[in-house]
Every structure is written in C-alpha cells, then in structure tokens.
C-alpha cells in the first residue's frame, strides 16, 4: 500500500458508515425513501424525523471512504510496480482497478453534491429538488 494511514481511515470509516445505516433503520419509522435516497420521498415534508437525516450522512461518509480507498489504490498500482514493466505488460487485475477506482473518483463528488443540496433541502429549506 502506498498510504497505509489513508487504507486505515478507508477501513475505520466503513463501521462507522454501518452504524448509521442500522440506526437509521431502527430510528422512528427508518429511512423509507429506497436505496435512491428518491428526492420527493425524501423531504423533511413527507418524512420527518432523524432517519433520512442519518441515511444521507451514512452516504457521505461512504462516499469517502470510497474516494480514499480510490486514491490509494491509483497511487500504489501506478507508483509501486516493478521496474520495466509497462502499462501494456500489467495484468487484467490491476486494470480493472484502475477503471473502477477511475469511475469512483468520476461519479462520488457529483452523488456527493447531489446528497448535500438534498440535505440543505431538509434542513435549511432550499429548493434544490422542488419540481
């Protein structure tokens, strides 16, 4: 690993994200708004109360574990390989992990924008989301 600290906060950070998503199943009438986090089912005006609330910042703490995990997962395929070997000679594996890391680090900070505007909607009454 390049980052063995960045891995070890990727790792801490996947319990944490766990916790929250129990806790909001469990929490008044749980999240009830699908694995989309659906807008309209979403809002403070339909379901009240702290599980959505807790659903989203499970996503966000998520979403950074996830980027962490990326980053170091780029940072060791392309800094740690052994010497004279090309690109083209690396193994379908690491390949792989370069285009999912890739698409991770492409799409999170846009769900991750998306869930703070729909987290403002709920607790600041904006109008991100209204049709």
């Known amino acids: 690993m390049a980052f063995p600290r960045r891995n070890a906060l990727r790792f801490w950070l996947r319990p944490g994200s766990l916790y929250l998503l129990t806790s909001s199943a469990i929490v008044g009438t749980g999240v009830g708004t699908g694995w989309t ?59 792989s992990v370069i285009v999912t890391t890739y ?11 998306a869930i703070t505007m729909l987290r403002c909607d709920r607790l600041f009454g904006t109008n991100f989301f209204t049709p």
């Open 103 to 113: 698409l991770l680090l492409l799409s999170l900070p846009v769900r991750a924008g």
């Open 37 to 95: 986090v659906y807008p309209p089912l979403s809002n403070s005006l339909y379901h009240s109360g702290p599980a959505v609330d807790m659903g989203i910042f499970r996503l966000h703490i998520a979403g950074r574990s996830r980027i962490a995990g990326s980053i170091n997962f780029l940072v060791t395929i392309f800094n740690m390989k052994t010497r004279g070997t090309g690109r083209k000679a690396s193994p379908l594996f690491p390949w």
